[in-house]
């Protein structure tokens, strides 16, 4: 493993796009870190609002009317564990994208040295959170924030509360290439209405609520200091020079999209299409 401030890394503060472009620029991040010997770390959003399920996830899981009267997009992620609500406004993403090589081969110690930076701006925000100290059963295994909290990749606020803590932060990784992406929604703000209502179930909103808690619940700051401090930690975190896509990489990512993860042969059935297919 060798010295991530020793080699090239971009900080990218990405703008809102949807959930299947979002989803393919990690692909084409990883083909540019294995390729170019340039590593990624970046902040993004979703436009509009998107439900990511899990790679393994039955969509008869999803509320698809639900999905579509609120106009919440659906995709699908290449990590596992269960769908997340991605709010345009209370949901606050980040990816990191190394060359396997480079990180730790063990998967927790890989997740604890990719958190640190994440860690690292709930500090600065004053927010007092940690990977959780103690697991707590799953309320409905479909929803990734109301599953069994695990402490190897979940983190809670306020760490002091132990077992009565709420998650404000799930992590996922998956290997691609020889590339390692971890990927992470940081909850802002909470959405119970939609965090619910996305699926095909009937669940109170406070049963969100109860499990969940939120930067802005926890400290009270406003979305832009949030996303600047993680930025800046994951910046400082790998030394990173801020950056954009270049224009190689939308155009490839577009078509990704197209033809997996804003197709619904590859939301419902984990299907890729072949380029010209779409």
């Not at 393994?56 to 999905?67: G, H, L, N, P, Y």
């Not at 924030?145 to 809670?156: E, F, G, Q, S």
């Not at 606020?157 to 132990?162: E, F, V």
């Not at 965090?195 to 926890?218: C, K, M, N, Q, Y």
Request: charged share 30%; net charge negative.
């Amino acid at each position: 493993m060798t010295d991530r401030t020793d080699r090239d890394w971009r900080l990218i503060r990405d703008e809102p796009r949807d959930g299947a472009t979002q989803m393919a620029l990690e692909e084409i991040a990883a083909r540019t870190a294995l390729e170019d010997g340039l590593r990624t770390v970046r902040t993004y959003s979703w436009a509009p609002s998107t439900l990511s399920l899990g790679y393994r996830q039955d969509a008869d899981t999803v509320d698809w009317d639900f999905c579509e009267r609120e106009g919440i997009d659906v995709t699908r992620r290449q990590t596992g564990g269960g769908g997340i609500y991605h709010d345009r406004y209370a949901d606050i993403s980040y990816t990191i994208v190394a060359p396997a090589d480079e990180v730790p081969g063990d998967l927790m110690d890989c997740y604890e040295l990719f958190c640190e930076p994440i860690l690292e701006a709930f500090d600065r925000l004053g927010v007092d959170a940690d990977f959780a100290a103690a697991e707590q059963d799953a309320i409905y295994h479909p929803s990734c924030y109301l599953r069994d909290i695990n402490p190897a990749h979940d983190i809670v606020a306020p760490a002091g509360a132990g077992a009565d803590a709420r998650k404000i932060s799930g992590n996922a990784q998956y290997r691609q290439r020889d590339v390692v992406i971890q990927h992470g929604s940081i909850s802002y703000a909470l959405e119970p209405h939609a965090h619910v209502g996305v699926f095909d179930t009937d669940l109170a909103e406070s049963t969100f609520t109860d499990r969940v808690t939120s930067v802005r619940d926890e400290v009270g700051v406003d979305r832009e200091t949030a996303v600047d401090a993680i930025a800046g930690a994951l910046g400082e975190w790998c030394d990173a020079e801020e950056s954009t896509w270049r224009e190689s990489e939308l155009e490839a990512a577009r078509d990704l999209a197209a033809r997996k993860f804003g197709a619904d042969e590859w939301v419902r059935d984990r299907k890729v299409l072949e380029a010209g297919e779409q």
